[in-house]
């Protein structure tokens, strides 16, 4: 893995803590006082400056009530997960709107195809 992957990786877990966290309505200073860390490590790792530990990834799920896969799965560009992801989303949706984001997710994956089709074809 390429510094690079590791630093969008790093940003994104760290945005999906944030995002966690914020849903809980706790401060990074409610967060740094529960897991007895100074506000500025929280800080960082929500920006992604400092990825979490996998101690430290279990301890935020306790802390906020969620799974440790929810602080991962977006963060990653396997497909396996992705779709692990959007399913985790769309489990939450009544039937009608998840054929509705189904029927979205079709049309786009088409044009999508279609473009990079075209794009080979230019080349």
Known sequence: MTPQQQKRIAKAVGALIA????QTQMTQEDVAEALEVGAET?????????????ARLFEF???FGCRVDELLLEASNRSADQAAA??????????????????????????LRAKKLQTKRQH
């Open 19 to 22: 995002r966690a966290r914020a």
């Open 42 to 54: 929280v800080s960082r790792i929500e920006r992604g400056m400092v990825p979490p530990t996998l």
């Open 61 to 63: 799920a306790e802390l």
């Open 86 to 111: 959007i399913a985790s989303q769309l489990a939450e949706l009544n039937p009608d709107d998840r054929a509705m984001v189904a029927n979205i997710v079709n049309q786009m994956a088409t044009h």
